[in-house]
């Protein structure tokens, strides 16, 4: 798993076909065509090969190829909260080795990017504050089985987690130096390094 401040492997050049980049979007809901529809159009200018979608809240699971030929994949939320889902560019849906969600709130994608290479791009989205700290070890632990449900080379955890992480403090090396806001219970780094 990758986290931040970590360096970052690289699969060597002669391996990669081609850029992949990743995004997370906290959609708000997509539970209407029309809300889809927008998001599609905005997806059409950028230059995302996935994103990773949060607070999705459609009311059931199920992909689809959309108009743009892009893949849409979601899970359903719970009583009108949650859900998660990624948006595939075209030009990596044949690579989609599979596609599986853990719970309502955690979701993840394998994607071969080479003969020798997979990723696996795992989308989260957390419970507030509001919520019980067993809600919230609840998904960690549908983290953790994401994490170790299919072995890949390269994993990345990504999402909304509810959090404010603030600024790095001393020798911190999971967060970086541009947080803002304090820094509230869901981002205290003891939460983060339960994910290993």
């Given at each position: 798993m990758v986290t931040a401040g970590q360096g970052v492997?690289?699969?060597?050049?002669?391996?990669?076909?081609?850029?992949l980049d990743l995004a997370m979007y906290?959609?708000?809901?997509?539970r209407t065509d029309e809300k889809l529809i927008?998001?599609?159009?905005?997806?059409s200018k950028l230059h995302c090969t996935m994103i990773g979608?949060?607070?999705?809240?459609?009311?059931v699971e199920d992909t689809i190829i959309l108009k743009s030929s892009n893949l849409f994949y979601y899970q359903k939320g719970e009583q009108s909260q949650g859900g998660v889902g990624f948006m595939v560019q075209k030009s990596l849906v044949n690579n989609i080795v599979r596609v599986e969600s853990v719970s309502s709130r955690v979701a993840y994608v394998k994607v071969k990017i080479t003969k020798r290479y997979s990723l696996k791009v795992i989308q989260v989205y957390a419970h507030t504050t509001a919520h019980s700290d067993e809600e919230v070890?609840?998904?960690?632990?549908?983290?953790s089985k994401a994490i170790h449900a299919?072995?890949?080379?390269?994993?990345?955890?990504?999402?909304?987690f509810n959090a404010s992480l603030d600024k790095r403090s001393g020798a911190e090396l999971r967060v970086g130096q541009f947080g803002y806001r304090q820094r509230n219970e869901r981002g205290k780094i003891d939460h983060i390094q339960t994910l290993r």
């Open positions: 492997s690289r699969i060597p050049k002669k391996d990669c076909p081609a850029k906290n959609a708000r809901t997509l927008e998001l599609e159009e905005a997806v979608l949060s607070a999705v809240r459609r009311e070890e609840a998904l960690y632990e549908d983290i299919s072995k890949t080379y390269y994993s990345f955890v990504m999402g909304d």
